[in-house]
């Protein structure tokens, strides 16, 4: 192979944007069809999207920067619960009476900075916990992560003014599946351009070796500190577009367990393989629809498949089920 | 060893003593280092070579004594921050990033250079084109200089071994320094692969105009190539010299061998 060659082959650094079009437009699409799809579907749809944002930003920590967090339901939690104050308590003030019926940007506009707001209380969230934990690795790290979330879980659970134990109730139906894949559509695209960049490189270096990445001058920190802010964003609106789809949110939904089905997700289309990710994310959404056929009790079972997952695939494909094309080749 | 007497040297350490609890590791080493300079440094197990390297790189702190790098403090600075200042390492185990390509593993050496951040990298504007062509350029340029280029796409992982030690070479250079540390680079190389090892640093030497320090047990490649040697026995310098006179130091004789072989 001659180096021009090889030179012009690392083009493919600089796909994206027109990609990022392209699903927009598909998203359009499926918003303008969304109507007429049955609801039952439209509903799994609308599961599989919020799955597919929630493993897609949880792989950009676990996966690509390779540190295990095992919060990633509490940014979603504290995602909803912002999101849903806003257009709740918020909302109600600033909209005319009558909007719902006549002014749709209005309400559409309502719910975009209600999801930013979402995004950035978890954010935040994501931060303040990762500045002082990520020095911890491996094993410590996800014991203080699994810990966060049931902090906020109680947090919640003991403030009066966002309904205590019982959540929020009333949230207005503003999620579709336009929004959802919209921002599934934005997650991807800013994971994935971020992860193709020589600056995002470091994220694969900092999972690979921190003493060696380090000593190449990296500030490992502060990479890993973007990759859980950056996940834990989108985390948070993945949250609000869930409190805005099920209309009633409440702390239990947002524990430990919840955060390890998206675990499991990324473990299951590889670790650092988006694609590999949103693959599973779509299996796994459906696989408790179809078991729901032969088993009356699936929501049980659930777990059970999951953990059977697990061991096969560690014991057969360590590198994840939809790892099927091998990223580099070897010599 | 005539260096310059009016330009301060590339490095600069003073009576650095390190201690873990009750164990002195190094005590008041001072040495020198200036601008295109080889030096090596030599010493038994367990001398302290690696803590010294650790000690320049930043992993640890002295506990006394001061380092200075281009006539400025670098105590207390983290390890990413040193390697800006100019300061390559390798390590005595090969770090590279194993599930990284050759091409990204020199890559991700070149993020000290970058002018793009994360901002750059999702919008994908011209400039962040222009930069990441101008990388690859540059990254693929240094990988033909030193024969990897055919390695390119495969991962570094799969590499033989000689080459694996070179690429680590390579990363090294690719965050441009002033001064780089090879921390035994040719443990388990067979004679051959010492041979091109003792062709390559040279070769580094010269062309990037650099200097270089070099822990090594292989007496061969250390008195084949160094101009200078440093020789460290529990912590303590205990002779410095061109590659004759340490070969007839009694001092290093008696640390390598025995007193009795001094005698």
Sequence with gaps: ?331 | MPTAATTPPLLRLAGCTIRFGGLTALSDVTAQIGELDLVGLIGPNGAGKTTLFNLITGVYQPTAGAIEFCGHSIVGKKPYQITGCGIARTFQNIRLFPSLSVFDNVRVAFHLHLFQGIGHAVWRGPAFAREEKEIAGQVMEILEIFQLDKFADASAKSLPYGDQRRLEIVRALATRPKLLLLDEPAAGMNPTEKVDLMRLIKFVEEKYKISVLLVEHDMQVVMGICRRIMVLDYGMKIAEGTPEEIRTDPKVIAAYLGQEAAK
């Design chain 1, 1 to 331: 192979m001659n180096p021009t060659d090889n030179r012009r082959k690392r083009g493919r650094d600089f796909w994206p944007k027109r990609i990022l079009l392209m699903a927009f437009v598909l998203v359009g699409v499926l918003g303008y069809f969304s109507d007429k799809i049955n609801p039952y579907y439209a509903d799994v749809l609308t599961t599989m999207g919020i799955n597919i944002i929630m493993a897609v930003s949880l792989n950009l920590v676990n996966g690509y920067t390779g540190q295990f967090s095992l919060g990633h339901a509490g940014f979603m939690g504290a995602g909803a619960y912002a999101s849903a104050a806003v257009t709740l308590f918020i909302g109600p003030k600033i909209l005319p009476p009558d909007t719902a019926a006549h002014y749709a940007w209005a309400t559409n506009a309502l719910f975009a900075g209600a999801l930013l707001v979402g995004g950035f209380v978890a954010a935040l969230a994501g931060l303040l916990v990762g500045a002082p934990s990520l020095r911890l690795k491996g094993d410590y790290l996800a014991i203080v992560t699994l810990g966060f979330g049931e902090i906020i879980r109680v947090i919640f659970q003991n403030i009066p003014a966002l309904g205590g134990g019982l959540g929020l109730n009333g949230i207005p139906p503003y999620t579709s599946l336009a929004w959802v894949y919209g921002t599934a559509v934005v997650c991807i695209y800013i994971v994935l351009t971020m992860v193709h960049s020589t600056y995002g490189r470091g994220f694969l270096a900092v999972h690979d070796d921190e003493v060696a990445a380090e000593a190449m001058g990296l500030n490992t920190t502060r990479y890993k500190i973007v990759a859980f802010v950056v996940g834990a964003f989108f985390a948070g609106i993945a949250g609000g577009l869930y409190g805005h789809d099920t209309l009633s949110i409440d702390p239990k939904g947002f524990g430990f367990m919840h955060s390890i089905d998206f675990v499991v997700i990324v473990i299951l289309g590889g670790m650092g393989n988006t694609p590999g990710v949103i693959a599973a994310a779509i299996v796994l959404t459906l696989l408790p629809e179809f078991l729901r056929k032969w088993l009356s009790n699936a929501e049980e079972y659930r777990m059970v498949v999951y953990s059977f997952l697990l061991i096969v695939l560690m014991l057969t494909r360590p590198q994840g089920l939809f790892a099927w094309r091998r990223k580099i080749k070897s010599v």
